[in-house]
């Protein structure tokens, strides 16, 4: 029985948050949301807005002892709290269980190696010392990839380690694990859905253009260029690591194609994800509103991509921060098949994510040939004070 209006609770309520809530409001879903910054992009848009941190215990407590069901726009929340609101009778997707593992990137990865999941060679490590001790002996060879375990996120907890002087400026401190460097053709996300009459659906493969600088996704298209062969197996990997996880909701699943054509799982998202934006305009149900009908257990909905799609993140530029201003929006919204979306953060720092711009075309390359020309028509800068 569809409950019309479960109380659902959001631990986050940045830009993922927001369009959660945009999404639930097609439905009248009462949504509260749970987020340190009193003007987070989401805090206008949902019923009921609490200030406060998601990493606390009794907070996330407190918060969800006040809804039905809780969910998340981000994976460093507080997993025993939610543990025990599970406890309590509360529907918690995605899984805690499932949580924790995502949370320290060396468990998600020992977790891909127990599920005969493919993935990147890797080893942990307690410290960067014990690292480099594997080096010195030579059961490591350079190139490879250091990844701190935890709190890592667009890019900051990756230090690609190439030359021994890399080893002196770039290693990273702390519990980490090193990965082999892989030679890559290309980076592909799916998003997988999952309810809890365990129905799966998967969003067409998009592939990911890295800015080289910040180490962060500058754009996105779909469809992939991948053979449909390629494209059906990164789908039915999606699905294996879904269940896998044993997980509702959406998991946005990271991977690489190599050289050779093999996928790899890179890592994943218990969540709606930077490579799912263009599903609001471009597909026939949106990442958000997938993640509330898997959520609440409804039929997931159409994955069909309608029209090929690009994103671009809408960074703030290098050298500026403070008060954010935007220059160059008339000019991009006088463009057909161009859809702006500003998250509302009042402060701009060097490649902070401040919105997004979709493009949509009938073909790729019309699709990719007009995302280059509207790439950096927005330019975010900071008022001069
Ligand atoms: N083993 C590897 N071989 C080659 N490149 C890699 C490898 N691991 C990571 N990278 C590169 O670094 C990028 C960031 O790595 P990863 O996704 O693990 O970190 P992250 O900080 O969680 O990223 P984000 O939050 O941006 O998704 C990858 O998308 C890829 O471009
Ligand atoms: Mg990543």
Known sequence: MFHPYPKIGILGG???GKMLCQAAADWHLDVAVLDPTPDAPAARLC????VGDFRDYDTVLVFGAKADLLTVEIEQVNVRALYELERMGKIV?????????????GRQKAFYAENDIPTAAFELFDGEEALLQAIRSGRWRLPLVQKTRTAGYDGRGVAVLRTPEDLETKLLRGPCLAEEYVPLRAEVAVIAARNAADEVAVFPPVEMDFHPEANLVEMLFCPARLSPFEAAEAEALAERVIRAFDLCGLLAVEMFLTQEGR???NE???RPHNSGHHTIEAAATSQFQQHLRAITNLPLGDTTLRMPAAMLNVLGAPGHR???QYEGVEALLAEPGVYLHLYGKQTTAPFRKMGHITVTAPTLDEVLAKARRVRDRVRVISRPE
């Open 93 to 105: 997707h995605p899984a805690p269980r499932a949580l924790e593992v995502i949370q320290d990137k």
């Open 14 to 16: 940045g830009q993922l």
């Open 47 to 50: 019923s009921e807005f609490v």
């Open 268 to 270: 994943v998202a218990p």
């Open 322 to 324: 403070g008060p954010v």
């Open 263 to 265: 996928l790899l799982v």
